[in-house]
């Protein structure tokens, strides 16, 4: 990793960048869910140790987050870098640094759920370790009222 | 062959029973069942948001489990794979009774797709929102 990239737990004075960045992530990845609030989320989050930031010269530049602890394992989540920020491999350290943070810390596994119609997340979580378990669908559901 | 006399299923009000009985034979695919391990952990001691929990057994075999969990305005199915589809159709016609809406369900290909076209048989319209792979 480059002397001037840092990766650390996000602290509060985050909640700022990390609610926007949160908000930002959803918008991309799952416009099919209701809206976050992101300020919110990224509190919350940040308090229980669960978001974790790259820097690059002191400015934050990605973040990858944790949560679904099991005990034995946890899902790495809300993997993101600003658009302008891409294609320098900063998701790729913030993800395998915080991967080997969580096994370091006793969990015996590590999952996480990519979108398989993005072949750059893909290859990058292939590069790092994640092997494919399966495939995993949401499907929206409208019903008959009861 | 399952002998279906000895097909139970049981629907849980307590998380915490949910996690000790069924969570043990989940883990055995611990990725490929993480969504619904992971709510059901965090219901043992925080319930809020959990919606309906239940599994069918042969005997303590689990033969299959849904846990149903509030996600903002969203109420997620979330199914652990069964071992055939007439154990999806029972725990889902006994889910049906709970009358409880649902608005997506979230589960590996196999799975959501069984209890999809279960859905569609009963009337439900249903609609992929995203692949992915876990």
């Keep these: 990793m480059p002397a001037n990239i840092h990766f650390r737990k996000a602290e509060l004075r985050d909640v700022p960048t990390i609610g926007e960045w949160i908000e930002a992530f959803h918008e991309e990845a799952t416009p099919h869910d209701p809206p976050v609030n992101g300020i919110e989320l990224a509190e919350a989050k940040i308090k229980n140790n669960m978001v974790f930031v790259l820097e690059r010269n002191g400015v934050l530049v990605s973040m990858s987050c944790w949560t679904r602890d099991i005990e034995t394992s946890c899902c790495v989540n809300l993997v993101y870098t600003p658009k302008a920020l891409r294609k320098q491999g900063f998701a790729s350290i913030a993800t395998a640094k915080l991967t080997q943070l969580l096994l370091d810390s006793g969990k015996s596994e590590t999952n996480l759920y990519t979108d398989m119609a993005n072949p750059t997340s893909n290859k990058i979580y292939q590069e790092i370790g994640y092997e494919f378990v399966c495939d995993s669908i949401h499907c929206g559901v409208n019903g008959p009222s009861h | ?134």
């Design chain 2, 1 to 134: 062959m399952t002998n279906s006399t000895n097909v139970r299923l049981k629907v849980y009000d307590d998380p915490k029973e949910f996690w000790d009985e069924v969570s043990p034979s989940l883990k055995a695919e611990e990725a490929k069942n993480s969504l619904c391990l992971g709510r059901a952990y965090v219901f043992r001691s925080n319930p809020e948001g959990c919606l309906y929990q239940s599994a069918i057994f042969d005997g303590d075999n689990l033969l299959g489990a849904i846990v149903v969990s509030r996600y903002r305005t969203n109420a997620n199915f979330l199914p652990a794979p069964v071992t055939n589809p007439e154990h999806a159709r029972k725990l889902f016609e006994s889910f049906q009774k709970s009358r409880i809406a649902i608005t997506g369900i979230v589960g590996d290909l196999e799975t959501a797709k069984t209890y999809q076209k279960l859905l569609e048989e009963h009337g439900f319209r249903t609609k992929v929102h995203m692949r992915q792979g876990i």
